[in-house]
């Protein structure tokens, strides 16, 4: 019976917040159009929840390029298609740079790291971040040698196999996660080290459950979900371990130290934590630390990867364009090792490779938040106001693309075959957030 009150008092609780929040929210007629919310659970009922970016665009068609959703008692705003989130991110950045505070995300990272974070936070670990890649090769010859190295290892895996069925996933996540470990930690483990599966596993299971209805639950009523069963309890089990393994790992490393022969990543950072600086307490810390390296290795890994084996199941479906990506390469670079100079060389290959990633569509949307009461295109929009810049209907705009439902290289290939730019190709977003 006491079960019984507590759960009827915890929905009348959440009637009356529901009820005021919308009445508040009644009073701006020129907050964006949506669908009529229910009380308590607000649009979940209509939501796609493994796919929520085709909810988004169905409802883009009844609703306009901006328009408004209800998650639990949260209203977010929505913008489609290319133009509409251009204006937003590049021409009002300064209303729409802000992050949201997604209380999942907060819980799981305290907000330390870079991939959600916010503020002064932010902004000195993502010029760590920047500067740190590049000292350490990103964009440069060596980070070519790293990655040719490690292809030869992946070819070699391929090989074991004698042409046998096999599943490449963990072998090219290994691959790929070898490239970014060596900048993290100047180390690479054997595709079959238990150490390096077991990360893997954590950060494969973590982004097959982020979709999951209990993290969408988590965010909309944190204060109920937190002590219920679901996925969002392993998600976090998930990051303690990898954080443990990540203090265990730079716990080493600052034994060895040599602030004159800084190895990585993390030797750079934990010689930041040395130099006695007011910058170096508020956020050369361990947490940060230890988030930011989970960020790097958990985002570059995933999409990379994924994109990889988006890579290799095209060109199976698609063996005429494979053909052709076949005969530039072997035109272009014959036996050798493929370089970032034959780029520019390659026209074809290079649309192909872009022509991948749109149709993938790794990242569907991008979360932003309100800075300041803005009125955009017409709408007015609170401070605070989460934003969802849906890239899916960028990547998708028929405007910019002939065929946006196809696999179809010609969108980045001009009359003479040369590569063509598209501004509408958004597959990590535009402005501030896309340039972490």
Not at 21 to 30: L, T
Not at 59 to 75: D, E
Not at 202 to 227: I, T
Not at 384 to 394: F, Y
Request: glycine residues 6%.
């Amino acid at each position: 019976m006491d079960l019984v009150m507590v759960l009827i008092s915890i929905i009348v609780v959440l009637l009356l917040v529901n009820a005021f929040k919308n009445q508040k929210q009644g009073k701006n007629k020129h907050f964006p159009p949506g669908p009529t919310p229910l009380p308590i659970i607000g649009n979940m009922h209509i939501m796609d929840i493994r796919r929520p970016h085709k909810t988004f665009m169905k409802l883009a068609k009844k609703y306009g390029t901006v328009f408004s959703i209800q998650t639990g008692m949260s209203k977010s705003v929505v913008l489609c298609g290319y133009d509409t989130i251009k204006d937003a991110l590049i021409n009002h950045a300064e209303f729409f740079s802000e992050r949201p505070l997604s209380p999942f995300f907060l819980e799981a990272t305290k907000g330390y790291g870079i991939v959600f974070s916010n503020g002064e936070n932010w902004k000195v670990m993502r010029r760590f971040t920047l500067s740190t890649l590049r000292d350490y090769g990103m964009g440069r010859k060596t980070i070519e040698d790293r990655i040719i190295e490690e292809s030869e290892c992946l070819i070699q895996k391929i090989r074991s196999y004698q042409g046998k069925p096999f599943d490449n996933l963990t072998s090219i996540n290994a691959a790929v996660s070898n490239i970014i470990v060596s900048i993290l930690l100047s180390k690479r483990f054997d595709y079959e080290d238990p150490t390096i599966l077991r990360l893997m596993g954590l950060v494969s299971e973590n982004v097959k459950l982020l979709s999951s209805p209990s993290v969408m639950l988590y965010n909309c009523y944190p204060f109920l979900a937190k002590y219920l069963p679901g996925a969002h309890k392993t998600i976090f089990g998930n990051i303690r371990t990898f954080h443990d393994f990540i203090r265990r790992t730079f716990t080493k490393q600052k034994t060895e130290l040599d602030v004159n022969d800084q190895r990585n990543l993390i030797d750079v950072f934990l010689a930041k934590q040395q130099e006695g600086k007011l910058e170096s307490t508020q956020y050369y810390h361990n947490e940060n630390l230890t988030a930011l390296v989970v960020d790097l290795f958990g985002a570059g890994m995933e999409t990379t990867s994924s994109t990889l084996r988006w890579a290799i199941l095209l060109m199976m479906k698609y063996p005429e364009i494979q053909k052709k990506v076949q005969k530039e390469i072997e035109r272009v670079i014959g036996s050798a090792h493929p370089q970032m100079e034959h780029k520019k060389l390659m026209p074809y290959t290079d649309a192909v490779i872009h022509e991948i990633q749109r149709f993938g569509d790794l990242a569907p949307a991008a979360l932003h938040s309100v800075s300041q009461d803005v009125t955009f295109r017409g709408h007015f929009i609170p401070e605070g106001t989460s934003v969802i810049a849906l890239l899916h209907s960028a990547l998708r705009d028929m405007e910019y693309f002939e065929k946006p439902d196809e696999f179809y290289p010609g969108h980045f290939l001009d009359s003479n075959g040369n590569f063509k730019k598209n501004e509408a190709f958004i597959p990590f977003s535009l402005g501030i957030i896309n340039n972490n």
